[in-house]
């Protein structure tokens, strides 16, 4: 029997050519849009979404496994037990490729580091 795979929209390090990509090797590429329903935050490293009204942020989605959607928990420090507790929760979000599960932040974020259109880096 053959699982639905998951959809995940990714904005920051784990998008292509960035350092945690590797984490999603074998997942299938679906494409790039434009989210209005998130707004990032640079954090430094690595950059924070929360559910905000934005002008669009760019994602790239993809189609992953149950063990790769774990790994991607992991490194996310999702808590599925608590999740408002983790680093991030994830939200599924309506996305121009259909439904698409999103990591949020947690936690405060700076209020001057609010990138409301185009993608991180900026």
Known sequence: MMLRPYRVAVYGTLKRHHSNHRV?????????????????????????????RSQG?????????????????????????SPDMGLYDRKLVETPLGEAWVYIYNHAVPPNGAIRCGGWPR
């Open 24 to 52: 999603l090797a074998g997942a299938r590429f679906v494409g790039e849009c434009s989210l209005n329903s998130i707004v990032l935050y640079d954090l430094g490293p690595y950059p924070g979404a929360k559910l905000e």
């Open 57 to 81: 942020v760019v994602t790239e989605v993809y189609e992953v496994d149950g063990t790769t959607f774990a790994r991607l928990d992991a490194l996310e420090g999702y808590d599925a037990a």
